[in-house]
Each structure stands twice: as C-alpha cells, then as structure tokens.
T-cell receptor
Framework: AQSVAQPEDQVNVAEGNPLTVKCTYS??????LFWYVQYPNRGLQFLLK????DNLVKGSYGFEAEFNKSQTSFHLKKPSALVSDSALYFC???????????WGAGTKLIIKP | GAVVSQHPSWVICKSGTSVKIECRSL??????MFWYRQFPKQSLMLMAT?????????EQGVEKDKFLINHASLTLSTLTVTSAHPEDSSFYIC???????????????FGPGTRLLVL
C-alpha cells in the first residue's frame, strides 16, 4: 500500500541549532515528493519538491531535503533553525496520474529561543 | 507567482443554509483543483479532485450532493456546502496545479483556507 509516514508528532529544537523533520514513504514507481509548511489558521505553503535529478533539493526559507532511495526517505533539514520556523510541516507523495497526493500526518516543529 | 486565493476566509452560518467557497488561481491557469478538509491537529483529507470543464471526482465517503463542486473556468473552482450542519464545521482548503508549469505541473499550490462554523 502506498503511504507516507512522519514518525514524529513534534520536534523541539533550540534556535540556531540544525533541525531535521523526518519523512519516509512507500509508493510504487518513482516517487514525487513534497514538503509543505502550515502556519496557524493558514493554508499550506510549498517548500520544496523532488521529482528527479539531484538527491539534495533546496527550497524556500533555507530548507533543504535529501531524497534517499535506499532508505525510502525524504527528510527535511535546515542548518540553523529560527523561531519563525515554528509551524506544522507536512510531507506528501504524488499518488497517481491524477496528481493526487498522499499526505503524512504532519510534524509540529517548535523552535525555542 | 503561483498564488491561490480563497474567499471567504471565515464564514459563520446557520444550520440548514448553504455556503459557497471560492478558490481562484491568480496568476496561472489551473486545469486541476483539489478540495481538502482539515480537522484540528490533523492532516489534510482530500474531498474531491476537480478538472476544468468536467465533473469533479469525489473521494469515498464524501457526499457529492452535499459538497457541490464547480470548476467552470481555468481560474475558478467553487465548493458549495449545501444544507450545512454543525458537523460540517471545519477548515476547507483548496489547491491548484499549473499544468504548464516547468516539470509537468507536479506542484499543488494552496489557498489560505476557509474556516466554516455552522451554528
């Protein structure tokens, strides 16, 4: 079955430290992977995606993610966290030819000053 | 680029009334739009996929007669919650994909969401 897992409900990081938000997937064929961020009472903002090419993808606000085919992972990373990065982060994988996405459950990222 | 708007952002209505939510792609043509529902502290639940000029495809368990979707143009899709009841209270989010975007239009761009409260 095709699925996306975000194993951590919440991640706490001190400001200035590196952060990682984990995502693993199970999908047939070549995966198209996405990260989105959601601030309170707001819609989702696109951060980055992996379609093909370099495994390390750079996105908005200094975030990056590394596609690891052998580990079926697409972890989101940032070298130095900001308090303003505190939000809900969703990983998603394209499901089918109709461009539907399978969504992870979301990870709440809290950056403490 | 790739901005999607939703209107209204908030709506409070009485039980039994209908509410229309608009989703617009402001700077691109959206051949496909998606409607999601999000419950507090939960992930997104896809309600339906809407292709311009054709009938929407509803996910299992979503009542098509209750959640009417119209995608009459390449920049506008509407979701009408008919005869709304308190259990329909939720955060509704639309997204759109740009079919001519470089890379095949894989990215969904999201509206800011509409919070519906049915009294």
């Amino acid at each position: 079955a095709q699925s996306v897992a975000q194993p951590e409900d919440q991640v706490n990081v001190a400001e200035g430290n590196p952060l990682t938000v984990k995502c693993t997937y199970s999908v047939s064929g070549n995966p198209y992977l996405f990260w989105y961020v959601q601030y309170p009472n707001r819609g989702l903002q696109f951060l980055l995606k992996y379609i093909t090419g370099d495994n390390l993808v750079k996105g908005s606000y200094g975030f990056e993610a590394e596609f690891n085919k052998s580990q079926t992972s697409f972890h989101l990373k940032k070298p130095s966290a900001l308090v303003s990065d505190s939000a809900l982060y969703f990983c998603a994988v394209r499901f089918d030819s109709n461009y539907q996405l399978i969504w992870g459950a979301g990870t709440k990222l809290i950056i403490k000053p | 680029g790739a901005v999607v708007s939703q209107h209204p952002s908030w709506v409070i209505c009485k039980s039994g009334t209908s509410v229309k939510i608009e989703c617009r792609s402001l700077d691109f043509q959206a051949t496909t739009m998606f409607w999601y529902r999000q419950f507090p502290k939960q992930s997104l639940m896809l309600m339906a996929t809407s292709n311009e000029g054709s009938k929407a495809t509803y996910e299992q368990g979503v009542e098509k007669d209750k959640f009417l979707i119209n995608h009459a143009s390449l920049t506008l899709s509407t979701l009408t919650v008919t005869s709304a009841h308190p259990e329909d209270s939720s955060f509704y989010i639309c997204s759109a994909r740009d079919a001519v975007e470089a890379g095949g239009g894989e990215t969904q761009y999201f509206g800011p969401g509409t919070r519906l409260l049915v009294l």
